[in-house]
């Protein structure tokens, strides 16, 4: 089975494709969608549409994971939920499984603590996955959390 996890973002649009086989979890694909200042918050929007369209055609996922959105305020998560907009719309496109998860619910499922720093959780994402090195930047990692996460809630994984 791949899944795939997504941060989303306004600036940065962490991914991280798994493969599940029975016992066996291994990371595929990883990366970041960014979008850079100017050409107006229109024309980033689009960036991201068509890149997770991309992205989703090459790796077919059958299911998304995707992290809700964080509890924040003033401008910055409405450009956050635009995006988000921007990503469900597509993932609506292809037949895949839509789930999503919250930040605190991430990090109280991989660390037993929801206020768990990025550091800690990907020390964790590191572990599970077998990785020498951190996935950067922290959108990647938390993007491959948010499948771990999934999993351990679907008792699909088990802790040894």
Known sequence: MNILGIDPGYA?????????????LMLKKAGVISTKNGGGEFKRLKKIKQEIFSLLEETNPDV????????????????IARASGIIISELLLFECEIHEIS????????????????????DYVMEVLG??????????????????????KKERIREE
Request: hydrophobic share 35%; net charge positive.
């Open 64 to 79: 998304v994971v995707m992290e809700s959105l964080p509890k924040i305020r003033g401008n910055r998560i409405i450009q």
């Open 103 to 122: 930040p605190t619910e991430i990090k109280k499922c991989l660390t037993g603590n929801g206020n768990a720093t990025k550091k800690e959780l990907s």
């Open 12 to 24: 940065e649009t962490g991914f991280a494709l798994l493969k599940k086989d029975t016992s066996d």
């Open 131 to 152: 990785l020498k090195e951190r996935l950067q930047p922290h959108h990647v990692s938390d993007a491959a959390a948010c499948v771990i996460a999934y999993l351990w």
